[in-house]
């Protein structure tokens, strides 16, 4: 009897230990890029091809500051297979830190961006 309560509370804990394992959930993540677009048409090709990549969940491209926030879902993607996509499209995606980013996009928006320079490279 004593053997049958030691088998039992062994399956139960290893029961409940099998739920915590399940019920963590992968974190997304977010990475962050520094590149090289002239122009809201750039712009448009990296937001336009990185949005089918797999895991991507959200995604802020902006040429004004040059930079790029992906958040995706980890496991799903990597960092480096996302700056590679960038860099398919014949973008440069350098990686920054998220502080870096929120430092780039906040001088953006208190400076200014001149338009006057913008070109398409072809």
Same mark, same amino acid.
């Given at each position: 009897?004593? &053997?049958?309560?030691?088998?039992?509370?062994?399956?139960?804990? @290893?029961?409940?230990?099998? &739920? !915590?394992?399940?019920?963590?959930?992968?974190? !997304?993540?977010? =990475?962050?890029?520094?590149?090289?677009? !002239?122009?809201?048409?750039?712009?448009?090709?990296?937001?336009?091809?990185?949005?089918?990549?797999?895991?991507?969940?959200?995604? $802020?491209?902006d040429h004004?500051s040059n930079?790029?926030?992906?958040?995706?879902?980890d496991g799903? &993607?990597?960092?480096?297979?996302?700056?590679?996509? =960038?860099?398919?499209?014949?973008?440069?995606?350098?990686?920054?830190? $998220?502080?870096?980013? !929120?430092? @780039?996009?906040?001088?953006?928006?208190?400076?200014?961006?001149?338009?006057?320079?913008?070109?398409?490279?072809?």
């Amino acid at each position: 009897m004593k &053997n049958l309560i030691y088998v039992l509370l062994v399956a139960l804990s @290893i029961g409940f230990s099998a &739920n !915590d394992t399940m019920a963590q959930k992968k974190e !997304d993540k977010v =990475v962050c890029f520094k590149s090289n677009m !002239d122009c809201g048409d750039c712009e448009k090709t990296i937001t336009e091809y990185l949005k089918f990549e797999k895991g991507v969940k959200d995604l $802020k491209v902006d040429h004004a500051s040059n930079t790029i926030l992906v958040k995706y879902k980890d496991g799903k &993607n990597t960092d480096e297979n996302l700056a590679k996509a =960038v860099e398919k499209k014949g973008y440069i995606a350098e990686k920054i830190s $998220k502080e870096e980013y !929120d430092e @780039i996009v906040k001088e953006t928006n208190e400076t200014g961006h001149d338009h006057g320079s913008e070109k398409h490279n072809d």
